[in-house]
């Protein structure tokens, strides 16, 4: 008559998440996204069990490639989404290198994500609002 209870708590996660998602702007998606990506990392860094570590790197590869790396503006003036795009490559490469090699270290893409995810959390309402604007200056 009743779902598992670890049914309805999957669900109610899932649905917390979608909510959120539907309801955050540029600049909260992409702190989600940090969040999630960090997430994974110290997972990936602490898991024992190979299987898991590895789901928790590729997870964390996708978060990469399939939100942070093509939410970037390459028309942006400062080149600042040609820096990123670097250090997205650069974390990317060593998700890969950590898969086959158990023990690999994520500490530095792990401090790397941390320092983008702070700087991004602090930026100042009035860029967040014209962002275009604050790299044009």
């Known amino acids: 008559m009743f779902a598992a209870p670890h049914k309805a708590a999957s669900l109610y996660r899932a649905i917390h998440a ?4 539907s309801h955050a702007n540029p600049h909260g998606l992409i702190l989600m996204l940090y ?4 997430a994974e990392l110290v997972h990936a860094s602490t898991e024992k069990d190979a299987v ?3 789901r928790a790197l590729a997870k964390a590869q ?9 939410g970037l503006d390459f028309n942006a003036p400062g080149g600042l989404a040609q820096n990123l795009d670097l250090v997205y490559e650069h974390c990317t490469l060593r998700l ?4 086959t090699d158990s023990t690999a270290k994520l500490s530095d893409v792990i401090v790397m994500i941390r320092g983008l995810r702070d700087a991004w959390a602090q930026i100042p309402p009035s860029v967040r609002a014209n962002p275009r ?3 044009a200056a």
């Open 62 to 70: 996708r978060l990469i490639e399939e939100g942070l790396r093509v």
């Open 52 to 54: 898991k570590r590895t």
């Open 133 to 135: 604007a604050a790299l």
């Open 35 to 38: 969040d999630a990506l960090l």
């Open 96 to 99: 890969a290198a950590a898969m």
């Open 18 to 21: 979608e909510t959120a998602v």
